[in-house]
């Protein structure tokens, strides 16, 4: 069976959890204690390089990173429209993907890490640059129901744990009817769950 | 034709420069004034609401952003190679893509960017955030040849730029054997073109 090495409060893996949900595949959580520190040790660098979480294995294909695993699933378990293969819609996916990794994580994830685990970043920095994302999103989610494509792909899979979360690093959301628009869409896909600390958009 | 909007000091515009050489695809640079703002203009926000460039326009494809732009490259003019689509290589290549937004781009370029245009970032915060990618990398490339799939990909056109660039901020390269020999083989690719501040690495 599939095994997920795993953290309950990482944005970053439950990216993975909502989509082996909406997927409906099985898999097993195996915990990583990072505030033990657990994610530095050796047997888990030997998984992951990077002494990170999230961490699939799945067979002999082991992946690091909630992008690659991402795109791991979708194309191993996805039936195609989650990561379109022709050259402008999957270039839109990779479009939010970056957004995802950049002023999200950034931004918007590092706001909340100041907040909620007290980690050194800078707090006003990481907010305005999360709230330069923000603004780019739901601006193109004005006349669209989803990032790219025209259907759910992982994009929005990608881009919706730290936005939902943007209230735990102080980031209103409420200025932003678009994309609780769209938070509310993704929150109705069959299959999915949430996660401790995402408010009650509904 | 294709059009690149550009900055020659890029490191981003870059990636694209060099795939679009590789692929010996023609284009047309349109270079984007940075220092004069006109990134920040309605005429380019209109490109690209994050006021950034690269931008591609192909036709009616307009994309942004570098990872976005490799993909599209790779999947509209490459021979598949460079970005393969089984799930475990595919897998492979988003990993690095991740390394390459991630500690590549939020470690060695911010150091650069402090160091060549004088940009606010924690120097110090983001040489060591980028130490930690060039360690994973170097580790990775000792008994690799490429970053993903055992081939040149857009894995190793994304990573490379600011690997290279690394000791305009002040980052030293000496210790990693690997790289060297890895940036070294980047550099002997047919069609390879490089980009001023990348040193002589022969």
Redesign the interface.
């Known amino acids: 069976m599939i095994k997920l090495y795993d953290s309950p409060l990482s944005g970053n893996a439950y990216k993975v959890r909502l989509f082996l949900a909406l997927l409906d595949v099985e898999y097993q959580k195996m915990p990583v204690d990072l505030r033990a520190g657990d994610n530095r040790k050796a047997e888990h660098l030997a998984r992951n390089?990077?002494g990170q979480i999230p961490v699939l294995e799945d067979g002999?294909?082991i992946?690091?990173?909630?992008?690659?695993?991402l795109?791991?699933l979708a194309?191993?378990y996805g039936d195609g429209a989650w990561l379109p293969?022709?050259?402008?819609p999957?270039?839109?996916v990779?479009?939010w993907?970056?957004?995802s990794?950049?002023?999200l994580?950034?931004g918007l994830a590092r706001a909340r890490a100041v907040k909620k685990f007290g980690r050194e970043f800078?707090l006003k920095a990481s907010q305005e640059y999360g709230k330069?994302g923000l603004k780019?999103l739901d601006?193109?989610l004005k006349n669209r129901q989803w990032l790219a494509a025209g259907q759910p792909t992982i994009a929005d899979i990608a881009c919706y744990p730290y936005v939902a979360l943007a209230p735990e690093g102080e980031i209103t959301l409420a200025n932003r009817p678009n994309l609780l628009r769209w938070i509310r869409r993704v929150q109705s896909l069959p299959g999915y769950v949430g996660m401790e600390g995402i408010a009650d958009y509904g």
Chains 1, 2 share one sequence.
Do not use: G, T
């Not at 992946?63 to 695993?69: C, G, K, L």
């Not at 293969?85 to 402008?88: G, T, Y």
């Open positions: 390089p990077r002999e294909a992946v690091w990173d909630s992008q690659a695993i795109v791991y194309r191993r293969l022709d050259p402008a999957m270039a839109e990779a479009q993907l970056a957004v990794e950049n002023e994580l950034f800078d330069s780019v601006a193109h």
